[in-house]
């Protein structure tokens, strides 16, 4: 199994499947809020949403890992310390200031700072790790995908930075910075253990963590559950459990530069998504702003002669 996540044929494949999965979950996650009654100021039910979602699909993980008999093969005590932080960092503390953020914004503007963590991961990487070189390539990749992410929140005569503030934009930077340090603890993790079970374990805890975070928050209404709200729930658990297993796999085996430029691609496709699942409209940009990430992509990954 290992071959597939090292081949570079299958890396554009897998990173190109988890990004579409990722993408896929914000529809649905829309669609979970509606069927499970939780408001659109109901912060403690958002996160109690998210950490059933993550704690399941962390249990989902971990039991598929112990069936083929792997093993978390740490070498040190010390080394749970990352394996926790990977939970905090990549989880708990990355989606609660997401969902604190988009309680407090737009969409649009929510859209395109959280679309910097991939990017801060990026430059991270560059300075963390020997095998990812800054280049100029990485830079104009970098602004290509940016300004595709830019371009498909561009409203006539709208200003998409007016009204800044701490709760709204400041919350989904912050969510982009823990994605941004997330990906880079995913990287030393999967260099002191299985990264697969770590995944599992990591999600575990991070969706505990949650729930325990919504729980603080206060929820102003029981989760009303129903098969349709169970439904949407389970594909939100597969999408969680099987993209965060396979993109941990990529990042532990490819420089991270590669992979997380095709982050980008999560919003445009939401958006595509969005309008064939929930009949939101589908502008003209949104085609522009396909080709400018899928050449941002090409751009980083191209290979020097």
Not at 283 to 302: D, E, H, R
Request: charged letters at 15%; aromatic letters at 12%.
């Amino acid at each position: 199994m290992d071959n597939i996540f090292q081949n570079k044929r299958y890396k554009v494949i897998l990173a190109i499947f988890c990004a579409m999965g990722w993408s896929l979950a914000y529809p649905f996650i829309k669609a979970g809020y509606a069927l499970f009654m939780i408001s659109s100021d109901d912060l403690g039910g958002k996160l109690l949403f998210a950490g059933i979602r993550f704690f399941l699909a962390g249990v989902f993980v971990t039991v598929i890992c112990k069936v083929r008999g792997k093993k978390l093969d740490v070498k040190k005590k010390s080394d749970i310390f990352f394996l926790v932080l990977l939970a905090v960092v990549n989880t708990t503390l990355h989606y609660m200031f997401a969902y604190i953020g988009l309680s407090n914004n737009l969409s649009s503007r929510s859209t395109i700072l959280d679309s910097m963590g991939g990017f801060f991961l990026i430059f991270l990487s560059v300075i963390f790790f020997e095998d990812d070189k800054f280049n100029i390539k990485k830079v104009l990749g970098c602004i290509l995908g940016i300004s595709g992410i830019v371009l498909i929140n561009i409203e006539p005569n709208g200003l998409i930075f007016d009204n800044i503030t701490f709760k709204g934009d400041g919350m989904i930077l912050l969510n982009a910075v823990c994605a941004g340090f997330g990906g880079v603890i995913t990287r030393i993790v999967s260099r002191k253990m299985s990264i697969a079970l770590a995944t599992g374990y990591s999600m575990t805890i991070g969706g505990l963590l949650l729930m325990i975070a919504g729980g603080c928050a206060g929820i102003k209404n029981p989760l009303s559950f129903n098969f349709e709200g169970i439904v949407v729930l389970g594909i939100l658990v597969m999408i969680s459990a099987v993209c965060f297993a396979i993109y941990n796999e990529l990042l532990a085996f490819h420089p991270i530069s590669e992979i997380a430029i095709y982050n980008a691609l999560i919003p445009v496709l939401g958006v595509f998504f969005s309008a064939l699942i929930l009949n939101e409209p589908l502008k003209w940009q949104y085609f522009i702003a396909v080709c400018l990430v899928a050449v941002g992509i090409w751009v980083v990954n191209k290979k020097d002669r």
